[in-house]
């Protein structure tokens, strides 16, 4: 029998069906095996644990058969109690297997203090990062004559005159005092010889 007899008989097309019927039977079996040691169907919807204390995330974790890690606390933020939960890992909502560990940071008990970076006689431009990369926050901007435009002048907090070194908390809003560039030459001139005392005339005799 030729080769091309032989593929288009019924001994072949039989032997055909049978090992493909061989093999979707054990990939039926195999992907329920596979179902049955992963848990596949059995996923715990991961809860919002945002704003919660350590004891309220271990409580409430330990009813859905979780666990947690405290990774770390962050820098406090103002709008979260302290010693809750600010981040986690996985987030509300995504779907894991019993036991699953997930990852917390609380809030830290209250703002860390920072030192008033140099920024006199420094342009607004250059002011502005420089406290955002301390965790200080631009406050109100006020603008006085002078030569130099946008060119800090003064720092303030709260009212009062501040200097660089000084201690203020983490997120504290620092104002700043900018020069409006519409001081004319002269008038700085005058202004200085406004300033230096005139000497006295001698007496007469």
């Not at 005092?177 to 001139?189: P, W």
């Amino acid at each position: 029998m030729s080769l091309r007899k032989y593929l288009s008989s019924r001994v072949f097309l039989g032997q055909m069906f049978l090992a493909l019927l061989m093999v979707a039977i054990i990939g039926y079996f195999f992907m329920h095996w596979l179902t049955f040691t992963t848990d596949h169907g059995n996923e715990i919807t991961v809860p919002n644990l945002s704003k919660l204390t350590e004891d309220q995330v271990e409580e409430k974790l330990d009813e859905l058969d979780l666990d947690y890690v405290l990774l770390d606390s962050v820098d406090y933020r103002g709008d979260y109690p302290k010693y809750s939960v600010v981040l986690q890992d996985p987030l509300p909502g995504a779907k894991v297997k019993v036991g699953r560990k997930v990852y917390i940071k609380i809030n830290s008990s209250g703002f860390s203090s920072v030192k008033v970076p140099d920024l006199i006689e420094k342009s607004y431009r250059e002011a502005v990062p420089t406290l955002k990369a301390l965790g200080l926050e631009e406050g109100s901007i006020t603008y006085i004559p002078n030569l130099g435009k946008d060119v800090v002048l003064e720092m303030r907090y709260k009212g009062r005159n501040i200097k660089a070194g000084d201690r203020v908390l983490k997120s504290s809003k620092i104002d700043l005092v900018l020069g409006d560039g519409k001081a004319s030459y002269e008038e700085g001139i005058i202004n200085d010889n406004l300033e230096t005392p005139i000497e006295e005339l001698p007496n007469e005799q």
